[in-house]
């Protein structure tokens, strides 16, 4: 059974740092590009980052760019999205999401809360 | 940025009734050489993430049950539930994969009349 297990979510002031994890079980994780997706409170979905199965393509959407970094470890068969300046608007549950086109599997989620 | 755009915004229907949810981009996903829609739809319940149902615009996720249907081409796509059940009261989101940014529809919530 596929299992995407998300990790390290939790309250932050704006500016600060944090690193989430997500531990993948059940499939041949070296073998699928991997994304982030988030969904702020009472909103829709907005995927946040990939990255392929090596890692050497990665992609982001406009408002992360040059604060988050989406990274994986093969080995620990866990994908990671550290997250620096936060801000008020990118609270929001963090999922991470199995595939490079459609998402056929997804995590529970990690609760990012960006306040003062 | 492909800009997805669903409607309606919410939607009830009695049950064992159909539901039709559009979505439309704002350019075309159809890809050319292999002429495959670079087009899914997920179903979100309370509380829970997200869960595929339909990719390539028309292609049932397994497991995912035959009352469940997607259409279109290019750029308009129509996910139909047949005969609505109970547990199918949730929000449903389009999403392009075409190009990058990945974008998603804003969302469409179905009830019970």
């Known amino acids: 059974e596929v299992q995407l297990v998300e990790s390290g979510g939790g309250l932050v002031q704006p500016g600060g740092s944090l690193r989430l994890s997500c531990a993948a079980s059940g499939f041949t994780f070296s073998d699928y590009w991997m994304s982030w997706v988030r969904q702020a409170p009472g909103k829709g979905l907005e995927w946040v980052a990939n990255l392929k199965e090596d890692g050497s393509e990665i992609y982001y959407v406009d408002s992360v760019k040059g604060r988050f970094t989406i990274s994986r470890d093969n080995a620990k068969k866990s994908v990671y999205l550290q997250m620096n300046s936060l801000r008020a608007e990118d609270t929001a549950v963090y999922y991470c999401a199995r595939g490079v086109y459609h998402f056929d599997n997804w995590g529970q989620g990690t609760l990012v809360t960006v306040s003062s | 940025d492909i800009v997805m755009t669903q409607s309606p915004d919410s939607l009830t229907v009695s049950l064992g009734e159909r539901a039709t949810i559009n979505c439309k981009s704002s350019q075309s996903v159809l890809y050319s050489s292999n002429n495959k829609n670079y087009l899914a739809w997920y179903q979100q319940k309370p509380g829970q993430p997200p869960k595929l149902l339909i990719y390539?615009?028309?292609t049932r996720e397994s497991g995912v049950p035959d009352r469940f249907s997607g259409s279109g081409s290019g750029t308009d796509f129509t996910l139909t539930i047949s005969s609505l059940q109970a547990e199918d009261v949730a929000v449903y989101y389009c999403h392009q994969f075409y190009n990058t940014p990945r974008t998603f529809g804003g969302g469409t919530k179905v009830e019970i009349k």
């Open positions: 390539w615009a028309s």
